[in-house]
């Protein structure tokens, strides 16, 4: 069974903005280098900044996708935040493709 890891936010956790940004960033760093790396990453919501131009955190899921980790973008969020063209790593995917993964995959929700 696949491994996804499910992430719906540009920040990790809820109260301080700021602390969440570093605290994701931290996340992903940690998880580029891990021996156990997901087979997928599913980003959703504000999440699909983070593999967008301008993105602090580009490097990590460079390092990811080269070691195989498919690394998927919902095309409706990249294009409610204007990131449509913008999208530096990974690929976009929909709702549909999204959907089958969810239900067939082992999801861990970030």
Do not use: W
């Not at 605290?23 to 280098?33: D, I, P, Y």
């Amino acid at each position: 069974m696949n491994r996804t890891i499910l992430i719906h936010s540009n920040r990790l956790g809820r109260g301080d903005d700021a602390l969440g940004e570093v605290l994701m960033a931290s996340f992903l760093r940690k998880l580029c280098v891990a021996q156990n790396k997901p087979d997928r990453i599913i980003l959703y919501n504000s999440a699909v900044l983070l593999a967008s131009q301008g993105s602090q955190v580009l490097d990590a899921f460079e390092t990811m996708a080269s070691d195989g980790v498919d690394i998927l973008s919902c095309g409706t969020c990249l294009g409610h935040f204007g990131m449509l063209d913008k999208l530096e790593v990974g690929r976009k995917s929909d709702m549909q493709e999204i959907t089958g993964i969810l239900v067939s995959d082992q999801v861990t929700t970030v």
